[in-house]
T-cell receptor
Framework: GDSVTQMEGPVTLSEEAFLTINCTYT??????LFWYVQYPGEGLQLLLK?????DKGSNKGFEATYRKETTSFHLEKGSVQVSDSAVYFC?????????FGAGTRLFVKA | DAGVTQSPTHLIKTRGQHVTLRCSPISGHKSVSWYQQVLGQGPQFIFQYYEKEERGRGNFPDRFSARQFPNYSSELNVNALLLGDSALYLC???????????????FGEGSRLTVL
């Protein structure tokens, strides 16, 4: 069945460091891919999305490219800030549902 | 504009009891999905309702049921509660559902259920 696997956390970085959170997926057909973020004390919210192969989603300095050949959608940011500390979830659509990974907690130190 | 609202925010029940959770979607959204999030894990899909019909169901027992009302609000019901049902229950709305589902979800802040 469809699934999403993302790197385990927590990931701890210093401010201005480069961030990569790996995500791979399995799916039948051609899913859309997403990154959602959950900031402390807040609800889950969409960060970025890509709907077809080679699309790049971007938002708030974060980027992820839909790689069909490697079934991956890795999240990157060139320079993280303390305010980026949150839990990040990779997700794909499987028909009528969205399937989430287990989440990766990011801590950014000042 | 109001986002997705859920009630109650927290509740405590004992094993064997029944619970009803409520959700109001963003105005104009016709689809509501329910997810269960156990601490430290990602949300697990329970149901999708679109235009008042069930369009999808996840791998949950029949103790879980839901419905959607004419105003597109929704209820999730869980019967015969087990300790393992303790979780954060998330409601999410989207403009389309069924074959028009795009995967983009707008979440409420959840109802945290504790079963003792």
């Amino acid at each position: 069945g469809d699934s999403v696997t993302q790197m385990e956390g927590p990931v701890t970085l210093s401010e201005e460091a480069f961030l990569t959170i790996n995500c791979t997926y399995t799916a039948t057909g051609y899913p859309s891919l997403f990154w959602y973020v959950q900031y402390p004390g807040e609800g889950l919210q969409l960060l970025l999305k890509a709907t077809k192969a080679d699309d790049k989603g971007s938002n708030k300095g974060f980027e992820a490219t839909y790689r069909k050949e490697t079934t991956s959608f890795h999240l990157e940011k060139g320079s993280v800030q303390v305010s980026d500390s949150a839990v990040y979830f990779c997700a794909n659509t499987g028909g009528f549902k969205t399937i989430f990974g287990a989440g990766t907690r990011l801590f950014v130190k000042a | 504009d109001a986002g997705v609202t859920q009630s109650p925010t927290h509740l405590i029940k004992t094993r064997g009891q029944h619970v009803t959770l409520r959700c109001s979607p963003i105005s104009g959204h016709k689809s509501v999905s329910w997810y269960q999030q156990v601490l430290g894990q990602g949300p697990q899909f329970i149901f999708q309702y679109y235009e008042k019909e069930e369009r999808g169901r996840g791998n949950f027992p029949d103790r879980f049921s839901a419905r959607q009302f004419p105003n597109y609000s929704s209820e999730l019901n869980v019967n015969a509660l087990l300790l393992g049902d303790s979780a954060l229950y998330l409601c999410a709305s989207s403009p389309g559902g069924g074959s028009r589902y795009t995967g983009e979800l707008f979440f409420g802040e959840g109802s945290r259920l504790t079963v003792l």
